[in-house]
């Protein structure tokens, strides 16, 4: 598995992931330019990740290049995005298992219009419990998605 703890020198990578995951994704969506071309900046985010309480917790999938990464808080799914140009080549889904494995990720958050997301983690073993509430600060709701261990203890060894 390519995946490990993040380091300093990761973050302008992961910043730049989250970025166009962000603009692509959630744009259509939230429609907010000033967001996501004014504020949504590499600079401003490799700070944010740099962070201790949040670079401690992030994980890059790295086979030499960095092409995703996952962010948790115990053990919750707080990030998981992988570079649009590497998606659907299971890239995700290994970030899935190294948090089930790891650190028992067993609930998550996702914006409810997001629906390839949300297919994504369904597939992966997490199912919606009808639990919402709006995104901070937006008028969109996101969903919480919990694993279900007596139903998905076949999927991650």
């Not at 996952?70 to 995005?81: D, S, W």
């Not at 899935?96 to 369904?122: C, G, M, P």
Request: aromatic share 16%; net charge negative; charged share 30%.
């Amino acid at each position: 598995m390519n995946i490990r703890k993040a380091r300093i020198d990761d973050l302008s990578r992961v910043a730049e992931i989250y970025i166009f995951n962000n603009r692509i994704n959630y744009f259509p969506i939230f429609k907010d330019e000033e967001f996501s071309f004014g504020e949504l900046q590499v600079v401003s985010l490799v700070d944010y990740f740099k962070r201790d309480e949040i670079i401690k917790n992030i994980y890059v999938f790295d086979n030499g290049l960095i092409r995703g990464f996952i962010q948790m808080n115990g053990t919750e799914i707080c990030k998981l995005y992988v570079d649009t140009f590497f998606q659907s080549g299971g890239i995700g889904s290994e970030l899935i298992e190294y948090a089930r494995k790891e650190f028992h990720a067993d609930n998550l958050w996702a914006l409810e219009k997001n629906t390839r997301a949300v297919s994504f983690y369904q597939k992966h073993g997490f199912h919606l419990t009808g639990e919402k509430k709006f995104e901070e600060g937006t008028a969109e709701y996101i969903v919480r998605l919990v694993w279900d261990s007596n139903e998905n203890s076949h999927r991650v060894k």
